[in-house]
């Protein structure tokens, strides 16, 4: 991407490192090429918004982090990440066992981390290049996290109803649970109320410049 910073320039290099890895020898390619299909829209939006919208540094990073846990999800089908294996393997104790969990929850993290890099995102955009005050353009972009967790989920239904069921299985991943819908945006939902709590606490420590948090002062520069 033209004009991208170091920092970016290395997240996109990190990023691709891990996609061409997660294809190495893929246990199921059909599938995971089928995950993919929302990389690469995801891909594509995030170039647009990078030349169209003005998106601030960093921007890139957070939207480069999610799109590569998806990537290692998919590789694996979301359920069948070895995510315990690989605690068992380093430090000797299952995740698992640890936390009492029946279920692989690789997905949940992929959801948390929809909402905590997705939101963050937003708010930067609303703030300093809309001008919106930070406040409602946290609600909002916890409202567009929501929003979209409900309309991927809907896609996951269509899914379901159209594909034969293991191919809908592999894709959606619910483990057998009837809820897996509804906590999958819960856990999006978390993530970007978390993220979005952050992201106002940190502009409300800045320095005061002019009797005004520094925040509150770019919105009324950007009006």
Same mark, same amino acid.
């Given at each position: 991407?033209?004009?991208?910073?170091?920092?970016?320039?290395?997240?996109?290099? !990190?990023?691709?490192?891990?996609?061409?890895?997660? %294809?190495?020898?893929? &246990?199921? &390619?059909?599938?995971?090429?089928?995950?993919?299909?929302?990389?690469?829209?995801?891909?594509?939006?995030?170039?647009?918004?990078?030349?169209?919208?003005?998106?601030?540094?960093?921007?890139?990073?957070?939207?480069?982090?999610?799109?590569?846990?998806?990537? +290692?999800?998919?590789?694996?089908?979301?359920?069948?990440? &070895?995510?315990?294996? %690989?605690?068992?393997?380093?430090?000797? %104790?299952?995740?698992?066992?640890?936390?009492? %969990?029946?279920?692989?929850?690789?997905?949940?993290?992929?959801? +948390?981390?929809?909402?905590?890099?997705?939101?963050?995102?937003? @708010?930067?955009?609303?703030?300093?290049?809309?001008?919106?005050?930070?406040?409602?353009?946290?609600?909002? !972009?916890?409202?567009?996290?929501?929003?979209?967790?409900?309309?991927?989920?809907?896609?996951?239904?269509?899914?379901?109803?159209?594909?034969?069921?293991?191919?809908?299985?592999?894709?959606?991943?619910? *483990?057998?649970?009837?809820?897996?819908?509804?906590?999958?945006?819960?856990?999006?939902?978390?993530?970007? @109320?978390? !993220?979005?709590?952050?992201?106002?606490?940190?502009?409300?420590?800045?320095?005061?410049?002019?009797? *005004? &948090?520094?925040?509150?002062? *770019?919105?009324? @520069?950007?009006?």
């Amino acid at each position: 991407m033209v004009g991208m910073a170091s920092g970016e320039r290395a997240a996109l290099g !990190a990023f691709a490192a891990v996609l061409a890895a997660t %294809w190495w020898r893929p &246990p199921h &390619p059909a599938e995971q090429a089928l995950h993919h299909s929302l990389t690469v829209l995801a891909l594509v939006a995030l170039w647009w918004a990078r030349r169209r919208l003005r998106l601030p540094p960093g921007s890139l990073v957070l939207a480069l982090v999610f799109l590569a846990l998806h990537s +290692v999800a998919a590789r694996w089908l979301y359920s069948e990440v &070895p995510y315990d294996e %690989w605690t068992r393997t380093l430090f000797g %104790w299952s995740l698992n066992e640890s936390l009492g %969990w029946r279920r692989n929850n690789f997905d949940r993290l992929v959801h +948390v981390a929809y909402g905590a890099c997705l939101a963050p995102v937003l @708010i930067r955009w609303l703030v300093d290049a809309r001008g919106w005050p930070p406040v409602r353009a946290a609600v909002a !972009a916890v409202e567009l996290v929501l929003s979209t967790s409900a309309l991927y989920e809907l896609l996951e239904w269509g899914v379901a109803m159209t594909l034969s069921p293991a191919t809908a299985e592999a894709y959606n991943g619910q *483990q057998g649970d009837a809820w897996d819908p509804h906590k999958d945006m819960l856990c999006a939902l978390a993530g970007a @109320i978390l !993220a979005a709590c952050a992201v106002l606490a940190g502009r409300a420590a800045r320095p005061v410049h002019d009797g *005004q &948090p520094a925040g509150l002062r *770019q919105t009324r @520069i950007h009006r």
